[in-house]
């Protein structure tokens, strides 16, 4: 079955940079397009960015525009978030998420578990 | 940018049929689909494409979509239906979220 697993998070400094992974599996990763989601503490959900199946086309939320780009390698079966200049409103965790279809930009069919990004000094 | 709006919360009795809405501009031209996420657990996709159900999830959850309001409606709703609910749309190259209803049972 479709297993996707985050890691990377952890506490970190205002204006410093982070890396967030997705190990993906159960399922054809290469023909599915992926997204970062994001949930600060006690509120809803927030997009990130989604990238196509083959990394062609990417797009980011406004909010992150500019500092974080998300990127795959399917050889690895790696979905990836570059985080720079990271800020307290940042602080969330981070979800990737596979679409439901291939070929679609959403809906996301399946969620991992969630890693806890924290910035804070 | 586009805004999905929905209640903050929602009281239902066991049993009874809950409706939960999400609104926007012209949703209806959209598709919307809907999450459910219960405490410390990650969201699950309940309904896509206005009305359809992905395997697995019962058949009391039913959804439709026209004019500026797509609604999300659990028939006979059960206590293991208490969670927060968030419906979604794409536009313009962007996934929006509603803010989500907190669903009491």
């Known amino acids: 079955q479709v297993r996707l697993v985050e890691s990377g998070g952890g506490v970190v400094q205002p204006g410093t940079s982070q890396r967030l992974s997705c190990a993906a599996s159960?399922?054809?990763?290469?023909?599915?397009?992926m997204h970062w989601v994001r949930q600060a503490p006690g509120k809803g959900l927030e997009w990130v960015a989604v990238?196509?199946?083959?990394?062609?086309?990417?797009y980011h939320a406004d909010s992150v525009k500019g500092r974080f780009t998300i990127s795959r390698d399917n050889s690895k079966n790696t979905l990836y978030l570059q985080m720079n200049n990271l800020s307290p409103d940042d602080t969330a965790v981070y979800y990737c998420?596979?679409?439901?279809?291939?070929?679609?930009?959403?809906?996301?069919?399946?969620w991992g578990q969630g890693t806890l990004v924290t910035v804070s000094s | 940018s586009y805004e999905l709006t929905q209640p903050p919360s929602v009281s239902v009795s066991p049993g009874q049929t809950a409706s939960i809405t999400c609104s926007g501009d012209?949703?209806?031209?959209?598709?919307a689909s809907w999450y459910q996420q219960k405490p410390g657990q990650s969201p699950i996709l309940v309904i896509y494409?206005?009305?359809k159900r992905p395997s697995g999830i019962p058949e009391r959850f039913s959804g439709s979509n026209s004019g500026n309001t797509a609604t999300l409606t659990i028939g006979a709703t059960q206590a293991v239906d208490e969670a927060d609910y968030y419906c979604q749309a794409w536009a313009s190259s962007t996934a929006v979220f509603g803010g989500g209803t907190k669903l009491t049972v």
């Open positions: 012209k949703l209806g031209d959209r598709y």
């Open positions: 159960g399922f054809s990763f290469s023909t599915y397009g």
């Open positions: 990238i196509a199946f083959d990394g062609s086309n990417k």
């Open positions: 998420a596979k679409v439901l279809v291939d070929g679609d930009w959403v809906p996301f069919g399946s």
């Open positions: 494409r206005d009305t």
